[in-house]
């Protein structure tokens, strides 16, 4: 309940106002006058001061001028009654002084807790804003921080690619192109964490349910972790059950759970720490729990770490840092697996340990297995198509358009849709390959266009696109793409995607523009 701290000189009227504060269930301190009201601001920041304009010391117009005017009391709520008579200059006075509202006496009781509580829910409200605007602020700190961190090395090795900069005889250029990936693999997955943020915020993520066996999705995410932790020299010991725990799940999403455990495990245990795993059931549920000998967490910060974007002072100065989406991630997901997790820290060095429980399918056999997926698929190298690229970045259908032309296929491009429709009908081509963010006739309309006109009725369409979303996807489907894929989409799927186009009869060669 909050604090009200009630000021007047005068026993009897305070006593009256304290206990109708009490009965509504505030609690209440008090002073007799403005020097002792000034102070017990700022030591017990009350929410509200219930201030008699007179008082024996300082007037209650300069008490509340000297609250409103600090900025560590600023916020704290001024309601002003006066004993006199109501003038309305008085009450300007006390308003003009930064109060926020002016009762005279005699206040009955209900219309004096009926102000409070208004005044207090409009405060509150004002709160929640100021607090999402700090938090808004403090995240876009650490997103301009976290994106800057990949962009420097692929900057850097850009420039080592630099004709001018080569030295005969080294692997620089090597060096810098898996420098340069690994980087963009990291900004790809920052993206994707603020996509899934904001699917969080909007509770909807979306699984595609599957029978499970847990011990195999929890032996491949640890697999994934190994160069990490190899990387940090952390020993790891595994403990998992013989049992099969199959459950209901995304393995996409159960296994994005453990590898956002695993990754903070990693990530806040110094070099050559020990990281336990361990995987058993317990009566109706799978238990995995990932305990680290690292920096643990501070009492104050544990109930907190999964809130969205909350990340601990330490970690969010670390060149790793990330933008505090995992653990939400993690919680959000285990939810809608209806399971639970739990951290647990015994202080600063003390290491951490997440345990998830997963319920365990019951009878729920009937359910397809997940698809299996081939670890290393073979490469696709296609005969020739004729490929028109649409996409108003220039950079973006330029670089494709030079990939694509090293694999064999003839290739044109446009930067708009109005020349593509001209220039498709002539080239003809056997798939287009359009941006949807395209300025005046978008994406899809341009599809649609292609599909009316008979020289690229049969034109195979696809997506290249920064939209990702489900309704992107099913749009672009009904505007009669084939494909869509969402950049940076990996070019081996591009290639693979165009591998599936029929070579369409009387298309082998090239028609020249
Ligand atoms: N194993 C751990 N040991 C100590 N602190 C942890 C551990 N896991 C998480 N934390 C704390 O909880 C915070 C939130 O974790 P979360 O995984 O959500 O974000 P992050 O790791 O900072 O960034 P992201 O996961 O989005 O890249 C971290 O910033 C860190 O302070
Ligand atoms: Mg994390």
Same mark, same amino acid.
């Not at 100065?317 to 647990?344: F, I, T």
């Not at 019951?362 to 299996?372: D, H, M, V």
């Given at each position: ?107 009955? =009781?209900?219309? /004096?807790?009926?102000?409070? &509580?208004?005044?207090?829910? *409009? ?5 929640? @804003?100021? $607090? !999402? ?40 250029? =090597?060096?810098? /192109?898996?420098?340069?990936? &690994?980087?963009?693999?990291? *900004? ?5 964490? @603020?996509? $899934? !943020? ?316």
């Amino acid at each position: 309940m909050p604090l009200i701290l009630n000021v007047d000189d005068n026993e009897g009227a305070r006593y009256a106002k304290s206990r109708i504060l009490r009965e509504a269930g505030f609690n209440v301190m008090e002073s007799r006058n403005g020097r002792g009201a000034l102070e017990a601001v700022r030591a017990h920041a009350p929410a509200l001061v219930l201030l008699n304009v007179k008082l024996p010391d300082i007037s209650g117009i300069d008490v509340c001028r000297q609250i409103k005017s600090d900025p560590q009391t600023a916020t704290t709520l001024v309601l002003q009654v006066s004993a006199q008579a109501l003038r309305s200059s008085d009450k300007i006075c006390a308003l003009e002084s930064g109060a926020d509202s002016y009762l005279s006496e005699p206040v009955e =009781a209900e219309e /004096l807790i009926a102000n409070i &509580r208004a005044l207090l829910r *409009l405060h509150f409200a004002e709160k929640a @804003l100021r $607090d !999402a605007a700090h938090r808004q602020d403090c995240f876009l700190a650490t997103l301009a921080h976290e994106l800057r961190n990949p962009l420097a090395p692929i900057r850097n090795a850009i420039e080592l690619l630099d004709p001018a900069r080569a030295v005969p005889g080294s692997d620089q250029d =090597a060096h810098a /192109l898996r420098m340069a990936s &690994r980087q963009m693999d990291h *900004l790809g997955r920052l993206v994707d964490d @603020l996509l $899934d !943020a904001a699917r969080i915020a909007r509770g909807n993520i979306e699984l595609q349910k599957s029978l499970l066996d847990l011990g195999a999705v929890t032996e491949a995410a640890l697999e994934a972790a190994r160069p990490a932790l190899q990387a940090k020299q952390q020993r790891s010991t595994v403990r998992m059950t013989p049992a099969p725990c199959l459950i209901v799940g995304d393995g996409v999403r159960v296994s994005q759970i453990i590898s956002n455990l695993l990754s903070n495990a990693v990530k806040y245990t110094a070099v050559g720490g020990h990281i336990a795993l361990s995987l058993e059931t317990q009566s109706r549920h799978a238990v995995l729990r990932i305990a680290d000998s690292g920096i643990g967490i501070e009492p104050d910060e544990l109930p907190h770490v999964f809130e969205l974007f909350v990340q601990s002072r330490k970690a969010a100065e670390r060149a790793d840092g990330g933008l505090g989406v995992g653990l939400a991630l993690v919680k959000e997901l285990a939810q809608l697996h209806g399971g639970s997790v739990v951290a647990r820290s015994d202080g600063p060095g003390q290491g951490a340990e997440f345990t998830v429980r997963f319920p365990l399918a019951i009878g729920a056999q009937a359910l397809p297995q997940a698809p299996r997926r081939d670890a290393e698929e073979g490469r696709t190298r296609s005969a020739p198509r004729r490929i028109l690229i649409t996409d108003d970045n220039v950079d973006c259908a330029t670089s494709l358009l030079m990939l694509l032309e090293i694999e064999g296929h003839d290739v044109r491009m446009t930067h708009d849709a109005l020349s593509a429709i001209d220039l498709a009908a002539s080239f003809r081509p056997d798939v287009a390959i359009l941006d949807i963010g395209l300025p005046g006739m978008d994406g899809r309309e341009l599809a649609r266009a292609l599909r009316r006109h008979p020289s690229t009725e049969n034109t195979d369409l696809i997506a290249v696109t920064g939209y990702g979303l489900a309704e992107d996807r099913s749009a672009t489907s009904a505007a009669g793409f084939r494909r869509h894929f969402v950049k940076p989409a990996p070019f081996e799927d591009i290639l693979e995607a165009i591998s599936q186009v029929p070579v369409a009869a009387g298309h082998a060669t090239s028609v020249p523009l």
